[in-house]
């Protein structure tokens, strides 16, 4: 059983920037994707960023593409996004997810192949 812990979100002023982490143990990560989600208050979960099991391709929403940044380290069992250029709309709660024997070497923005999930970390962007 993978369980996933995010870190690292907090309050930043606009334009500025956070890294946030997801720390996985459990399970070895190589035949996981990851993905990290988002909830504002008020609305949906949507996706932002996936990474596939080799590394790559990865893919972003359009609303943060050239912003935010996804890698993985499968040797220190951690995902991680860096956030940066940060706006209010970027407020929201942000979720890790694994998806287990994804389609090798793609990740896939569908909520419903995700598989685990962590607690989720606030981020809060003030303007």
């Known amino acids: 059983q993978l369980q996933l812990v995010e870190s690292g979100g907090g309050l930043v002023q606009t334009g500025g920037s956070l890294r946030l982490s997801c720390a996985a143990s459990?399970?070895?990560?190589?035949?996981?994707?990851f993905a990290w989600f988002r909830q504002a208050p008020g609305k949906g979960r949507e996706a932002v960023s996936c990474i596939s099991d080799r590394g790559r391709p990865t893919n972003y929403a359009d609303s943060v593409k050239g912003r935010f940044t996804i890698s993985r380290d499968n040797a220190k069992n951690m995902v991680y996004l860096q956030m940066n250029s940060l706006k209010p709309e970027d407020t929201a709660v942000y979720y890790c997810?694994?998806?287990?024997?994804?389609?090798?070497?793609?990740?896939?923005?569908?909520?419903?192949?995700?598989?685990?999930w962590g607690q989720g970390t606030q981020v809060t962007v003030s303007s």
């Open positions: 459990g399970m070895t990560l190589e035949y996981y994707a």
């Open positions: 997810a694994a998806n287990w024997r994804p389609y090798p070497g793609a990740c896939l923005f569908v909520e419903g192949l995700y598989d685990f």
